[in-house]
């Protein structure tokens, strides 16, 4: 129940394109949705975050699409550009949580 | 000016030897972390530390001892390194708990031969 599962494993997008991928977990007290995104040779860093009181949340190219009945939730990237070839995790937590369950991580590769 | 650092960056050594990485953050966090990133990138919290209590141990071997001497540094001691403990890991840091962003350190990549 503690477990978030991301998919795909790896995904390869046309440079312009728009990149998906998508968690879905189970405990249903999970109340906050971050994605974070991590290059190469570095630590992950948070690139966007949700809570479940709305739906959807956009910073610049970056979208959270949030499904609470079906207990889904994606990172949509538009415009997708090599820059953003990294891994992406998924990840929740809870209220009075102690720590956050991390996705399996997702490989993006963006092809010029 | 580097918010979360960690040194060394790499750490090659033999089976059997005990190793220590150091973890330290600037941004006056309270809550600091070790997580471990093995060779599939999976990453798994081994612990974490407010305001220098451990919080969470996450059923990590008793090889591992973090040791945290205030609140701005948690370093990481490892008894007896086995092959299986050769991977990247990393430190990280937030105010508040898991619900505020984490300031994730460049990562200590180990390796055990």
């Known amino acids: 129940q503690q477990q978030v599962k991301q998919s795909p494993q790896s995904l390869i997008v046309q440079k312009g394109g728009i990149s998906i991928i998508n968690c879905a977990y189970e405990n249903t007290a999970f109340d906050y949705f971050p994605w974070y995104q991590q290059f190469p040779g570095k630590g992950p860093a948070l690139l966007i975050a949700?809570?479940?009181?709305?739906s959807e949340k956009k910073e610049g190219r970056f979208t959270i699409s949030f499904n609470k009945s079906a207990k889904q939730f994606s990172l949509h990237i538009m415009d997708s550009q090599p820059g953003d070839s990294a891994t992406y995790f998924c990840?929740?937590?809870?209220?009075?949580?102690?720590?956050?369950?991390f996705g399996q991580g997702t490989r993006l590769t963006i092809n010029p | 000016d580097t918010a979360v650092s960690q040194t060394p960056k790499y750490l090659v050594t033999q089976m059997g030897n005990d190793k220590s990485i150091k973890c330290e953050q600037n941004l006056g966090h309270d809550t600091m972390y070790w997580y471990k990133q093995d060779s599939k990138k999976f990453l798994k919290i081994m612990f974490s530390?407010?305001?220098?209590?451990?919080?969470i141990n996450e059923t990590v071997p008793n090889r591992f001892s973090p040791k945290s001497p205030d609140k701005a540094h948690l370093n990481l001691h490892i008894n007896s390194l086995e092959l299986g403990d050769s991977a990247v890991y990393f430190c990280?840091?937030?105010?508040?708990?898991?619900?505020?962003?984490?300031?994730f350190g460049p990562g200590t990549r180990l390796t055990v031969t």
């Open positions: 949700i809570r479940p009181d709305v």
């Open positions: 990280a840091s937030s105010q508040g708990g898991p619900q505020s962003e984490q300031y």
């Open positions: 990840a929740a937590s809870y209220q009075g949580a102690q720590k956050l369950v």
């Open positions: 530390y407010n305001n220098k209590e451990l919080i």
